[in-house]
């Protein structure tokens, strides 16, 4: 059985905003919280915030969805979630800026304010892929059919960039078997990451 945390990053935003119907669902509100939190606070410090202001960042455009939804502001049809989410993340990352609460990076004010859609999507994006790229690793760490020394060798080589010579001594492998780690592990990592991307842009 898959572990609960790569069944709730796989469920589908569809299906999460289906659950989201019920004010009471507080499942689904926390998962949303998961999904989204990590990715607003990784845009937030990209524009040079710290890491206390990028929290309260994620924190008041969470709670700005939370308001916007149960008003029914969110239309499908007019584009993803997360390009909703996007938006309100933004300026809110603005609204912080110009407060001149911040500690940030020089130019990040000029930057933030000047970035356009495609910009933001592409750190959105990446973002979500770091996120994504964390919840694979930690999935695949809590399944059963990998032992501890295939992870490890993953690890070294493929994570670390450790020669596969050196990281065969540490993990009393073959060298060969070493390659069949890295090679086992990345194609059930790349297979989990395409799920939970597809999942969380699911309602596109």
């Known amino acids: 059985m898959p572990p609960a945390d790569t069944i709730l990053a796989n469920r589908t935003t569809t299906r999460l905003l289906d659950a989201l119907r019920d004010h009471r669902n ?14 607003i606070r990784g845009l937030a410090r990209q524009f040079g915030l710290s890491e206390s202001d990028s929290e309260e960042v994620s924190q008041q455009s969470l709670s700005e969805f939370v308001k916007a939804y149960h008003d029914g502001r969110y239309d499908r049809t007019k584009g993803r979630l997360s390009s909703w989410i996007l938006g309100i993340a933004h300026h809110t990352t603005l609204k912080m800026i ?43 760490r809590d399944e059963s059919a990998l032992d501890d020394r295939t992870l490890r060798a993953f690890e070294l080589v493929g994570l670390r960039g450790v020669p596969a010579g050196e990281a065969a001594a540490q993990c009393q492998m073959s060298v060969d078997q070493v390659y069949v780690a890295r090679s086992r592990v990345t194609k059930r990592l790349r297979t989990l990451m395409e ?4 999942a969380f842009e699911e309602d596109s």
């Not at 970035?115 to 770091?130: H, K, P």
């Not at 799920?195 to 597809?198: F, H, I, K, Q, S």
């Open 98 to 140: 110009r407060s001149g609460k911040r500690a940030g990076l020089p130019g990040a004010t000029v930057i933030a304010e000047v970035a356009d859609e495609q910009q933001l999507r592409s750190i959105w994006d990446d973002e979500r892929d770091r996120e994504i790229l964390a919840r694979a690793l930690a999935a695949i």
């Open 26 to 39: 507080e499942p689904a509100w926390t998962q949303i919280d998961a999904r989204y939190r990590p990715v």
């Open 195 to 198: 799920e939970m991307t597809a």
